[in-house]
């Protein structure tokens, strides 16, 4: 069955570079949620898109945007990257009108800033 | 004080122990996951749980609303188990017009079955 694609699976950068991660739900789910996991933490919530809409909004810099496309895949856009942005970066996607299939997740993406 | 509190944090066992996993949580809840990550893997869904018991094959998950608590089990651990457990806890009613806020995740447990 398919699953949540991330891409790239690993990225270097350097300091204040740009980057773009990319996630593709799984069919017919319609949410998508970002999460960051710095080495060792538990992962944090960035945001989520409904419908290609933001939906809410965690801890996600200012440095950092996000969209949801119409074919609802979703894309990070992280700018004037930071040692700290180091980290992994997982997409999971649901489906709003079956909220009891739960969440599929991403393999993520594992960003190294150097 | 984190939202959602998991014991124990670290774990080491022998091949075929039975393994119990809590997790706690001090907020109203829709719904609450238990998801598996292998080292600088991604995460894999166990369960979702809004009430009662769930199980597939040696993994049982249940959750007492009331007490604000869930433990997962697993029976006849097998070194392949290895990998960090998290708790994770929706607060938010999908489907109902209620915002996709995320995940509330614990720290996870770090499970270590030896042969």
């Known amino acids: 069955a398919a699953g949540v694609i991330q891409s790239p699976r690993h990225l270097i950068k350097e300091k204040r570079e740009t980057a773009t991660l990319k996630c593709y739900p799984i069919?017919?789910?319609?949410?998508v949620y970002w999460y960051q996991q710095g080495p060792g933490q538990d992962p944090q919530f960035l945001i989520s898109?409904?419908?290609?809409?933001?939906?809410d909004k965690g801890s996600i810099p200012d440095r950092f945007s996000a969209q949801q496309f119409s074919d609802y895949h979703s894309e990070l856009n992280m700018s004037s990257l930071e040692l700290g942005d180091s980290a992994l970066y997982f997409c999971a996607s649901s489906s709003y009108w079956f909220p009891n299939y739960g969440y599929t997740f991403g393999s993520g993406t594992r960003l190294t800033v150097v | 004080k984190n939202e959602v509190e998991q014991s124990p944090q670290n774990l080491t066992a022998q091949e075929g122990e039975f393994i119990t996993i809590n997790c706690s949580y001090s907020?109203?809840?829709?719904?609450l996951h238990w998801l598996q990550q292998h080292p600088g893997g991604g995460i894999v869904s166990l369960f979702m749980l809004s009430s009662g018991k769930k199980k597939h094959g040696r993994l049982i998950a249940t959750i007492n609303i009331q007490e604000k608590h869930s433990s997962l089990h697993i029976t006849a651990s097998h070194p392949r188990d290895s990998a960090v457990y998290i708790c994770a806890v929706e607060t938010s009613i999908r489907g109902s017009g209620g915002g996709a806020d995320g995940l509330t995740f614990g720290k996870g447990t770090h499970l270590i079955i030896q042969p």
């Open positions: 907020v109203g809840i829709s719904a």
């Open positions: 898109f409904y419908e290609k809409m933001q939906s």
């Open positions: 069919p017919r789910h319609d949410t």
